[in-house]
């Protein structure tokens, strides 16, 4: 893909830039066969997220927490690429590409309850660009600077457009005291093309601590009057599902109470990765996928047992 | 004072230990002569602090925030001592002896619709122990870890008893975005003896981010159980009292709204501080009064103008 053809340049000026969207947020619009209600649909479309209690039961988040008990304690999975670790001590802050590296998270992945719905909104088949199990351990969580995760998608996944969207599971329960995260709303239908370019490698520091792709404080502040902050603090077993370029970030997490989610990101078949538009190198596979695309299959939602 | 008077020993110990209150946290119940209410007052000895909503006008706020403006553009300030900045970068994080450095921060020191209280809760004259002003800057202020004041004021500067409380007046609203205090009511009845020696001239590095004199996470765990999370978000011009040895924290702020605020330790005439009970060399003059002890002055509360 030729640079011309790049409709969210970022980290390729001295001045930061806001963009209009160029894409739908909301790509199929026959409400009459959804998978969420008409309103709900145009909430998201309005909002750039939407969050939907409960949908996981309580036994079925026992079952994902004992399994991240078990990734706790895997030497093997610790010293691998895909654990990350906080900025200061070696409390685990992620593990990736869960999709694919655990059997019980893989069918999270392809979840009906979550599924149908990625692939409603985005129209068509859909795949996982990118997979994560966060820890925000009690204590010790660090803050997520703001940011758009398509920014980094497109600039150094080679992303083309928006035309994904992440659903975070909640595994405890958030409240405003565990660093619940906080979204901008409506701040998905703009896009900060930010300052500063791309170091090689710096995946390995922005996973800690991003400040390469993080918008400038100016746009933050005007975003921040123009959209409004809104919580997104819900019950363990809750789905927040958002757009790919929703301002959102975390504060830090000092109380004794985990802030722990598993993070799907889907993206459109039709949307699979290019060359990154940094010109750079790619991330890693377990970052973003790009040699393993497949679209998922789920089981036909209406099909029950017996 | 001999090391036998020690009631609250801390850091001396190679486990941690909670200490029950030896010390009343109302030293006044003459409920008919008290500048709050008889109910406010049990809450304050209930949950060791109380909110009070708006006490400050906005036209005061304003011209406190106005003075602050000021003091970040000072360079003589930033350069001294009692200026100090966050943990990285230079953003001004607090700047204290306020009360002693700035004619119109010493005023709302003395402002007896503050220091009135005061002097009630802890039943006689009263000393500014220590102030400051705290910026928590937008984007980039960083949390404080959960500790009583009380322990660090006892080991390292000699403040015999539980005969003091602070007056946190806000300056910016207080949000659940923007790190507002964290407290667990009902905590200032006991007392967590911390583990770890006091380093020498450790001051510099904890009014940054501290480590020693703060709880270990067992003990913050039992307490987070027993005594629950409370948020103490509010409007600018609130007033915030809570008791020295109450257990409190904040968590990061990286939303563009800065949570600002002027803080005041009162301290009973009858409590002033000795020998520091680390066994250490007593902290600077800037964060512990010890050579300049005079008792506030504060306007008859009755008196009107004319």
Same mark, same amino acid.
């Given at each position: 893909m030729s640079k011309a053809a790049d409709l969210y340049p970022s980290r390729q000026q001295e001045e930061p830039q806001i963009i209009k969207r160029q894409?739908?947020? =909301?790509?199929?619009? %026959?409400?009459? %066969?959804?998978? =969420?209600s008409e309103a709900q649909l145009k909430q998201y479309e309005r909002d750039g997220y939407i969050l939907l209690p409960e949908v996981f039961s309580k036994a079925e988040v026992k079952r994902f927490l004992a399994e991240m008990g078990q990734m706790e304690k895997d030497p093997e999975l610790l010293a691998s690429d895909a654990a990350i670790t906080e900025p200061?001590?070696?409390? =685990?802050r992620s593990v990736f590409q869960i999709h694919h590296n655990n059997d019980l998270y893989a069918r999270v992945a392809a979840d009906p309850r979550v599924a149908d719905i990625a692939r409603f909104i985005l129209d068509g088949q859909v795949y996982i660009h990118q997979s994560r199990l966060n820890f925000k351990p009690g204590f010790s969580g660090k803050e997520f600077y703001w940011h758009s995760d398509f920014e980094t998608w497109h600039t150094e996944d080679g992303m083309p457009r928006m035309r994904a969207l992440s659903a975070s599971i909640l595994l405890t329960d958030n409240t405003e005291f565990n660093g619940s995260l906080m979204v901008m709303p409506g701040s998905h239908r703009e896009y900060i093309a930010c300052v500063g370019e791309t170091p090689e490698d710096y995946y390995r520091e922005s996973l800690k601590a991003q400040t390469v792709g993080t918008p400038d404080a100016g746009s933050l502040q005007q975003f921040q009057q123009r959209f409004g902050l809104s919580s997104t603090a819900a019950k363990a077993g809750s789905v927040l599902l958002f757009d790919c370029n929703l301002m959102h970030g975390s504060n830090s997490n000092i109380t004794a109470s985990p802030r722990s989610n598993l993070f799907f990101v889907y993206n459109a078949i039709s949307n699979q990765v290019v060359e990154p538009f940094s010109g750079g190198k790619p991330r890693p596979e377990f970052l973003a996928s790009r040699e393993t695309i497949t679209p998922l299959q789920s089981p036909a939602p209406q099909r029950k047992a017996g």
């Open positions: 894409d739908p947020t =909301l790509y199929n619009r %026959n409400f009459s %066969n959804a998978p =969420l200061s001590g070696n409390a =685990l």
